[in-house]
């Protein structure tokens, strides 16, 4: 028998298809597994238990729970908040809400979604809503496109909207908080934000109402001395509220999501009339930004659905400009970018208001970001000419500079030797000389995204206590790979790695009784703090249902084998740094031992890579 809500809702839903919704996963024997949300990484090491209904982070942030933790991080929302949201999912109907659970948030959205209702109907009702909704048809959305994305109507009253909620029992100044009224600074009186304008919508992942956009379609009244923001303007947006970040929204990702993980690949526009219009003609994979932009905080979203970015707007990459910055700071972070390239005067709206099946034959067109890049750089420099070649190469060393794919980043030289008629070595040379822009720079931006407090490790993070820490790690969730460690390889480790390995080696572990084992360890090596958070980490991923045993060997034994590298690189850099001090003595006979030792430990040091 089902007792709670909550239970009732973990009955009805699957948690694989819950996290499917927002993230890309993929199956991994019993299990799924993806590229953490909450922490920037290029492994996996987000697992899904389907048996369990649990999920859990192995890498750096070290988080983990059942759907309803999982929305509450993602969604930045409280338990209150995350229970409604999957309530409303499961079909489930929470009869008695607890007032407690009502929180300062869920009122907002609730102010959020009767505004969008209250526009709604302007929309279909009054007589200057009828107006703006022929004129939407007119620029060819159909009547099922005003539905699907809730299009409404701002009425030209000053406090039309504000006085509606207030009639529901919210207070302006809650309204303020959505940011949907202003306060005048003269009279310190309320008035709505938004007046004659159509209304859009923007929605958080799970289709709740968060902030909107207004597109103006008739002079406001220009006698009014109010200007607290542009009226005039063709578009005024939502500004940052505790419901909505424009630098973290894309409009339209609700509803393109799937598809974009379907198709692995999503198209970028500038407007929300080219993101209706473009799912209007069957591109449903389509998003735009919201009134900024494109910023780390949208290419870390769009990630979790593909790789693959199409770009439909105007590309300008010019200097500094806020294009070319998107667009560089996407390929930085991975991205295989692909060019739209649209008419002159023309926006998406535009092409498939005349025509469908041009706007799916651009994108089907669409030029590779390199192929662009080397356009763009022709039509402004004459490469024939000594200072045009100097100009390509300034314009197009910094891409190159900032792709961090090798094998990409070598195409892209030697297009550009060919174009230039010079060597590679050349490009080279002068790409050395090309510094990052800061602001561009991927580890910049894993910096700003990164949310969560690193967890405290073993030591300072270099490769080598990285390595001992993974190994520890890999012994603890399976025991067994103890025995692949040579007497020899004792000497690989730190003192405190040796030490902890050694003890395992000689009594052992039981995970069973881990609590115990682990102060009887602690008191014994004094390393409370590092040794409690190694087995943190491997309890739980003893606790969670795994069947990765063969990868999990493979992995120890690669961990291994490349801290013995480390070890030989570390040998044969100190036996090389004696034979440079001993050069221009009379040890000749040293000289030679040593250079000797050196060839010895190179050709052990090649069999050892080739193994």
């Not at 030289?413 to 510094?435: F, G, M, P, Q």
Request: net charge neutral; aromatic share 10%; charged share 35%.
């Amino acid at each position: 028998m089902i007792n709670s809500p909550v239970e009732e809702i973990k009955n009805r839903l699957d948690i694989v298809e819950v996290i499917g919704n927002y993230i890309k996963i993929e199956k991994a024997g019993i299990n799924y597994r993806a590229l953490c949300p909450f922490h920037s990484e290029k492994k996996p090491s987000f697992f899904i238990s389907p048996t369990r209904q649990t999920w859990r982070c192995f890498g750096a942030c070290g988080e983990g729970g059942d759907m309803f933790s999982f929305v509450m991080k993602i969604e930045g929302i409280e338990f209150g908040d995350a229970l409604r949201l999957l309530a409303r999912k499961a079909g489930v109907e929470l009869k008695r809400e607890d007032p407690k659970l009502k929180t300062e948030r869920q009122r907002l959205y609730e102010i959020a979604e009767l505004s969008c209702r209250f526009f709604e109907t302007q929309l279909k009702e009054s007589k200057k809503g009828k107006e703006a909704q022929n004129y939407l048809l007119s620029r060819g959305i159909k009547e099922e496109s005003i539905k699907k994305w809730r299009l409404g109507y701002a009425p030209d009253t000053w406090q039309g909207l504000s006085d509606f909620l207030v009639g529901r029992g919210y207070r302006r100044e809650e309204a303020e908080k959505v940011g949907l009224v202003l306060k005048s600074e003269k009279t310190k009186n309320y008035y709505d934000r938004f007046r004659a304008r159509i209304i859009f919508p923007i929605f958080n992942l799970s289709s709740g109402v968060i902030g909107f956009g207004g597109r103006i379609i008739e002079n406001q009244d220009p006698n009014n001395q109010d200007k607290s923001y542009d009226e005039n303007a063709k578009y005024i947006n939502s500004p940052a509220t505790i419901l909505y970040d424009k630098s973290n929204v894309l409009y339209g990702l609700e509803k393109a999501g799937i598809n974009i993980r379907k198709k692995d690949q999503c198209v970028l526009v500038e407007g929300y009339m080219d993101v209706i219009m473009s799912h209007q003609a069957g591109i449903e994979n389509t998003v735009s930004t919201s009134g900024t932009a494109l910023t780390g905080f949208q290419l870390k979203n769009l990630k979790r659905y593909s790789s693959n970015l199409l770009t439909a707007f105007d590309m300008d990459l010019a200097g500094g400009s806020a294009t070319k910055k998107g667009i560089d700071l996407a390929q930085s972070l991975g991205f295989n970018i692909k060019v739209v390239v649209m008419p002159d005067g023309s926006d998406p709206a535009d092409i498939v208001l005349k025509s469908s099946q041009d706007w799916e034959k651009l994108i089907k067109n669409a030029k590779s970001i390199h192929d662009f890049y080397f356009q763009d750089a022709l039509s402004q420099y004459d490469k024939n000419s000594l200072e045009g070649k100097k100009q390509i190469s300034e314009f197009l060393l910094p891409v190159i500079k900032k792709i961090p794919n090798r094998i990409e980043k070598g195409f892209w030289i030697k297009s550009l030797a060919n174009l230039l008629e010079t060597r590679e070595e050349d490009i080279l040379e002068e790409l050395e000389k090309v510094k990052y822009s800061s602001d561009h720079r991927t580890e910049n931006f894993e910096k700003q995204i990164e949310t969560t407090k690193q967890p405290k490790t073993l030591r300072e993070k270099n490769r080598k206590g990285l390595l001992e820490e993974q190994l520890i790690i890999l012994i603890i969730k399976s025991p067994e790979n103890l025995d692949l460690l040579t007497k020899e390889d004792f000497d690989l480790f730190s003192s405190e790695t040796a030490e902890i390995l050694q003890r395992f080696k000689e009594q052992g572990f039981d995970l069973k009784d881990i609590s115990s084992e682990m102060d009887n360890l602690i008191d014994y090596l004094s390393l409370r703090a590092e040794v409690q958070d190694i087995f943190e980490k491997g309890s739980a991923i003893e606790k969670f249902e795994e069947d990765f045993k063969k990868e999990e060997k493979q992995e120890f034994e690669d961990c291994l084998k490349e801290l013995r590298i480390l070890a030989f690189k570390d040998t044969l850099s100190r036996i090389s740094k004696k034979i440079k001090e001993l050069e221009g003595s009379n040890n000749f006979d040293e000289v030679k031992e040593l250079v000797k030792k050196f060839n010895s430990f190179s050709k052990s040091f090649e069999d050892l890579k080739n193994a």
